[in-house]
């Protein structure tokens, strides 16, 4: 009889914590495996998840080391929501001589009696309680495994923290430009935020009229300000250490280098045009038809309030001499504000 703990979840990305959930599983319940089982929608979260796909993608390239870790896709026969309940059901008839244990942790034990059929599921398979702390309170019809803890958590993954997921599911989400709202909503004011939204369907527009590729256009548009509403305190620490030769300039002209900077280290992002898209948005020293548009998106942002018909329309037509038109606005009114250009 195989023994197979089970773990469900969105898995929006799937991150270390999970992995080393499962190598646990493995050897404190003696297992026989881990099956991942991704939900398609699950019922208790009202955030729009990533297409199912690129999330089995992102499991695929996490769990390509592990022999005995694997992936459940049993959620794609089944009606949605998505309700352990039915899951349970469907394996246990497909898998009538496997041992399963449905593997959880202190989250999803709080709520664990609002599951859908919560009285007939708990009686039907075992649950194990992955829990962070000792249980004051424990219930007899859960196992736990107790002072299991690990710092990563999907949601900050979500909002920039890419470190805490393996490098290959890293790949994945640059490769889809995923989770940029999240970044930018944990990041910037909800004025700037505003602006990096505008800017980047701009740019977008610009990039499908030159070819440009709309991945990128979006990763740039929307990450090029990241680092704006750092304070000088912040921003000072940042440059210190990256870019010293810079610290003589005014600190209000830093945050490009240190958003390049993010960008590299934090993100793992190291497309050589998008880092120079973000670096050079506001001196106009990009020469890549990317940092073109996003200096150009930026500079002309519709959020903005004015009328840029005749700019877009001149920047529609032809990338660079709609960037030089828009250069050179730029410069004189820089003059006019007595800034040296």
Same mark, same amino acid.
């Given at each position: 009889?195989?023994?197979?703990?089970?773990?469900?979840?969105?898995?929006?990305?799937?991150?270390?914590?999970?992995?080393?959930?499962?190598?646990?599983?493995?050897?404190?319940?003696?297992?026989?495996?881990?099956?991942?089982?991704?939900?398609?929608?699950?019922?208790?979260?009202?955030?729009?998840?990533?297409?199912?796909?690129?999330?089995?993608?992102?499991?695929?390239?996490?769990?390509?080391?592990?022999?005995?870790?694997?992936?459940?896709?049993?959620?794609?026969?089944?009606?949605?929501?998505?309700?352990?309940?039915?899951?349970?059901?469907? =394996?246990?008839?497909?898998?009538?001589? $496997? +041992?399963?244990?449905?593997?959880?942790?202190?989250?999803?034990?709080?709520? #664990? !009696? @609002?599951?859908?059929?919560?009285?007939?599921?708990?009686?039907?398979?075992?649950?194990?309680?992955?829990?962070?702390?000792?249980?004051?309170?424990?219930?007899?019809?859960?196992?736990?495994?107790?002072?299991?803890?690990?710092?990563?958590?999907?949601?900050?993954?979500?909002?920039?923290?890419?470190?805490?997921?393996?490098?290959?599911?890293?790949?994945?989400?640059?490769?889809?430009?995923?989770?940029?709202?999240?970044?930018?909503?944990?990041?910037?004011?909800?004025?700037?935020?505003?602006?990096?939204?505008?800017?980047?369907?701009?740019?977008?527009?610009?990039?499908?009229?030159?070819?440009?590729?709309?991945?990128?256009?979006?990763?740039?548009?929307?990450?090029?300000? =990241?680092?704006?509403?750092?304070?000088? $305190? +912040?921003?000072?620490?940042?440059?210190?250490?990256?870019?010293?030769?810079? #610290? !003589? @300039?005014?600190?209000?002209?830093?945050?490009?280098?240190?958003?390049?900077?993010?960008?590299?280290?934090?993100?793992?992002?190291?497309?050589?045009?998008?880092?120079?898209?973000?670096?050079?948005?506001?001196?106009?020293?990009?020469?890549?038809?990317?940092?073109?548009?996003?200096?150009?998106?930026?500079?002309?942002?519709?959020?903005?309030?004015?009328?840029?018909?005749?700019?877009?329309?001149?920047?529609?037509?032809?990338?660079?001499?709609?960037?030089?038109?828009?250069?050179?606005?730029?410069?004189?009114?820089?003059?006019?504000?007595?800034?040296?250009?």
């Amino acid at each position: 009889m195989n023994r197979i703990g089970l773990l469900g979840g969105t898995f929006d990305p799937v991150h270390k914590g999970h992995l080393a959930m499962a190598r646990w599983a493995l050897r404190v319940l003696q297992l026989d495996e881990i099956w991942f089982v991704p939900s398609l929608k699950t019922p208790l979260k009202d955030r729009r998840l990533t297409p199912f796909d690129i999330r089995v993608e992102m499991l695929q390239r996490a769990l390509r080391p592990y022999r005995k870790m694997k992936i459940c896709l049993i959620e794609q026969q089944l009606p949605t929501p998505s309700y352990t309940f039915h899951t349970v059901q469907a =394996l246990q008839r497909q898998f009538p001589q $496997a +041992q399963l244990t449905w593997i959880i942790g202190d989250d999803q034990a709080a709520r #664990l !009696d @609002q599951w859908y059929e919560y009285e007939r599921l708990i009686q039907s398979i075992r649950f194990a309680v992955f829990s962070r702390e000792g249980v004051q309170k424990k219930r007899p019809e859960l196992v736990y495994i107790e002072n299991f803890h690990h710092e990563a958590s999907s949601t900050a993954v979500r909002r920039g923290q890419f470190s805490l997921t393996p490098r290959s599911v890293r790949s994945v989400i640059e490769q889809y430009g995923l989770y940029l709202d999240d970044i930018v909503d944990a990041y910037c004011c909800e004025k700037r935020a505003r602006h990096c939204a505008s800017m980047t369907a701009l740019a977008l527009e610009l990039a499908r009229a030159h070819g440009v590729d709309q991945r990128k256009t979006r990763i740039a548009g929307m990450l090029h300000d =990241l680092a704006k509403d750092l304070d000088e $305190a +912040q921003a000072r620490e940042w440059m210190k250490v990256y870019w010293p030769q810079m #610290l !003589d @300039q005014s600190w209000k002209t830093w945050h490009p280098y240190i958003a390049q900077t993010w960008l590299k280290t934090r993100l793992y992002i190291t497309d050589p045009e998008i880092l120079e898209a973000v670096r050079e948005h506001t001196s106009g020293k990009g020469k890549g038809a990317l940092a073109k548009i996003i200096y150009i998106a930026d500079k002309i942002d519709p959020g903005r309030g004015y009328d840029i018909r005749r700019q877009k329309e001149v920047c529609l037509r032809d990338l660079d001499e709609g960037f030089a038109l828009i250069r050179k606005e730029q410069q004189e009114y820089l003059r006019k504000e007595g800034v040296n250009v």
